[in-house]
């Protein structure tokens, strides 16, 4: 191909060579942080047509990485705010996207910024996010989306496949994990991609899911901790009935569980699994007219003085993950 032909601003550019980026800046693939690049064009191609930007868009990309996915939203949007977590990989970002004016590079946690200074005040529902993230903060990071005071109308998740079966999960394979994303948006399979895309090549595919959040319900937090403090409690003990469950992770008899899922509607022998996401709201619901007993308070650590994918995972785990699901996910992300 003759390079001089090539338009910086506009598909199709050169695959960017991103071992040698990396090695360049002395960097390596961090596993601690999930780091597996995606460095095939016509994958990324297909998870930014995923996205349906338009030319007016504003778009949130968590996780930027070395800007392979980043040019490509670029190129179709009229502003890119693209995050990244690891500060070795921002003088990258800056190199790789200087052809591109319509992109903010930020370095930091997406978990602790402000969506609406990230994204510009743009209203409510008119941005969209494209996110390449270890699947543990999942969760989170839709929560802290959807709580922020801007919302965005579609999410975009580079995710491993079998994570994305269960985020797609209907009633009858409902897992808590597909429960803390449902509770926000629709989500839907747009594709899977091959493992030899990434770079460094992970042991299982991974798939591109759309979670659509336009006309989506606003969540207040207040709503949202004690359907996920009950949720947490029912997903406990999965093969147990949600009477017994309930009562044993809140704390309260089997007979008043019991009375109380009946007076939401729902059958109190019933698996948590079972259970639609409208079902868990009316539980909420329910049992939000009874006093639960307190949470009992843990001390609080310096989040400065923590492992970053620690503190991450940590606030994934206060959102959505029972504590035998997120142990067993994290296993699997260890073994890539």
Request: hydrophobic share 45%; with cysteine.
């Given at each position: 191909m003759d390079t001089s032909l090539i338009n910086p601003l506009s598909p199709p550019w050169p695959p960017l060579d991103v071992r040698r980026l990396l090695r360049d800046a002395g960097l390596r693939p961090r596993k601690s942080l999930g780091q597996n690049f995606l460095i095939v064009?016509?994958?990324l191609t297909r998870v930014a047509a995923a996205a349906a930007?338009?030319?007016q868009d504003t778009v949130l990309e968590i996780g930027a990485g070395v800007g392979s996915l980043t040019r490509h939203l670029a190129a179709a949007a009229r502003h890119v705010a693209a995050i990244e977590i690891d500060p070795g990989l921002i003088p990258i970002l800056h190199s790789v996207l200087a052809p591109f004016p319509n992109v903010t590079v930020i370095q930091g946690d997406i978990l602790a910024q402000p969506v609406e200074q990230l994204v510009g005040g743009v209203a409510p529902g008119?941005?969209?996010?494209?996110?390449?993230?270890p699947y543990y903060i999942t969760s989170a990071v839709i929560r802290h989306l959807m709580e922020s005071?801007?919302?965005p109308g579609r999410i975009v998740l580079t995710v491993q496949k079998e994570v994305a079966d269960r985020i797609c999960?209907?009633?009858?394979?409902l897992s808590l994990l597909a429960l803390s994303v449902q509770y926000y948006g629709k989500p839907s399979l747009a594709g899977t991609i091959s493992a030899e895309s990434f770079f460094p090549v992970p042991d299982v595919e991974s798939a591109i899911v759309c979670v659509d959040l336009e006309g989506s319900t606003h969540r207040s937090r207040e709503a949202s901790d004690l359907l996920f403090r009950?949720?947490?409690?029912?997903?406990?003990?999965?093969?147990?009935?949600l009477r017994n469950t309930l009562s044993a992770g809140l704390r309260m008899p089997a007979a008043q569980a019991a009375s109380l899922l009946e007076r939401a509607g729902v059958d109190s022998a019933r698996r948590a699994e079972t259970v639609s996401v409208e079902e868990w709201i009316r539980i909420t619901e329910t049992f939000a007219l009874t006093e639960l007993p307190a949470v009992e308070e843990k001390p609080q650590e310096d989040p400065g003085g923590k492992d970053k994918r620690d503190r991450i995972h940590s606030a994934h785990e206060q959102v959505a993950a029972g504590n035998g699901d997120a142990v067993e996910e994290r296993k699997q992300a260890d073994r890539q």
């Amino acid at each position: 191909m003759d390079t001089s032909l090539i338009n910086p601003l506009s598909p199709p550019w050169p695959p960017l060579d991103v071992r040698r980026l990396l090695r360049d800046a002395g960097l390596r693939p961090r596993k601690s942080l999930g780091q597996n690049f995606l460095i095939v064009e016509s994958a990324l191609t297909r998870v930014a047509a995923a996205a349906a930007i338009r030319p007016q868009d504003t778009v949130l990309e968590i996780g930027a990485g070395v800007g392979s996915l980043t040019r490509h939203l670029a190129a179709a949007a009229r502003h890119v705010a693209a995050i990244e977590i690891d500060p070795g990989l921002i003088p990258i970002l800056h190199s790789v996207l200087a052809p591109f004016p319509n992109v903010t590079v930020i370095q930091g946690d997406i978990l602790a910024q402000p969506v609406e200074q990230l994204v510009g005040g743009v209203a409510p529902g008119t941005f969209k996010v494209a996110a390449n993230i270890p699947y543990y903060i999942t969760s989170a990071v839709i929560r802290h989306l959807m709580e922020s005071a801007a919302r965005p109308g579609r999410i975009v998740l580079t995710v491993q496949k079998e994570v994305a079966d269960r985020i797609c999960a209907a009633p009858g394979k409902l897992s808590l994990l597909a429960l803390s994303v449902q509770y926000y948006g629709k989500p839907s399979l747009a594709g899977t991609i091959s493992a030899e895309s990434f770079f460094p090549v992970p042991d299982v595919e991974s798939a591109i899911v759309c979670v659509d959040l336009e006309g989506s319900t606003h969540r207040s937090r207040e709503a949202s901790d004690l359907l996920f403090r009950i949720a947490r409690a029912g997903f406990s003990q999965k093969r147990k009935m949600l009477r017994n469950t309930l009562s044993a992770g809140l704390r309260m008899p089997a007979a008043q569980a019991a009375s109380l899922l009946e007076r939401a509607g729902v059958d109190s022998a019933r698996r948590a699994e079972t259970v639609s996401v409208e079902e868990w709201i009316r539980i909420t619901e329910t049992f939000a007219l009874t006093e639960l007993p307190a949470v009992e308070e843990k001390p609080q650590e310096d989040p400065g003085g923590k492992d970053k994918r620690d503190r991450i995972h940590s606030a994934h785990e206060q959102v959505a993950a029972g504590n035998g699901d997120a142990v067993e996910e994290r296993k699997q992300a260890d073994r890539q």
